[in-house]
Nanobody, 120 residues
Framework: QVQLVESGGGLVQSGGSLRLSCAAS????????MGWYRQAPGKQRELVAT???????NYADSVKGRFTISRDNALNTVYLQMNTLKPEDTAVYYC??????????????WGQGTQVTVSS
């Protein structure tokens, strides 16, 4: 009923930048909060950043000042601009969205993940 498709991951050198995108499609009535999470090998999935429907943002301490989350409600898309990347940012990045379907059922939705690798 809902698909979240991420793009923009890849390999980058330490200090470089990447921009992730995540587009939601399907039987969507509206989307509440959206966010990015990441999971490194052998570690639990952790929150990176979230943004509400009114553009209030929240960041993990480890990415504050380096990452910026934004959204385009007309496109049902959330972005993550990542600057000054570090090797410890290497992970699979997942987007998440709180989706209200046209059936008035609210479901949390996840993308399939996109790999970000930062070389030292």
């Amino acid at each position: 009923q809902v698909q979240l498709v991420e793009s923009g991951g890849g390999l980058v050198q330490s200090g470089g930048s990447l921009r992730l995108s995540c587009a939601a499609s399907g039987s969507i009535f509206s989307i509440g909060a959206m966010g990015w999470y990441r999971q490194a090998p052998g570690k639990q999935r952790e929150l990176v950043a979230t943004i509400t429907s009114s553009d209030s943002t929240n960041y993990a301490d480890s990415v504050k000042g380096r990452f910026t989350i934004s959204r385009d409600n007309a496109l049902n898309t959330v972005y993550l601009q990542m600057n000054t990347l570090k090797p410890e940012d290497t992970a699979v990045y997942y987007c998440n969205a709180d989706v209200l379907l046209t059936t008035m059922i609210r479901i949390p939705s996840w993308g399939q993940g996109t790999q970000v690798t930062v070389s030292s």
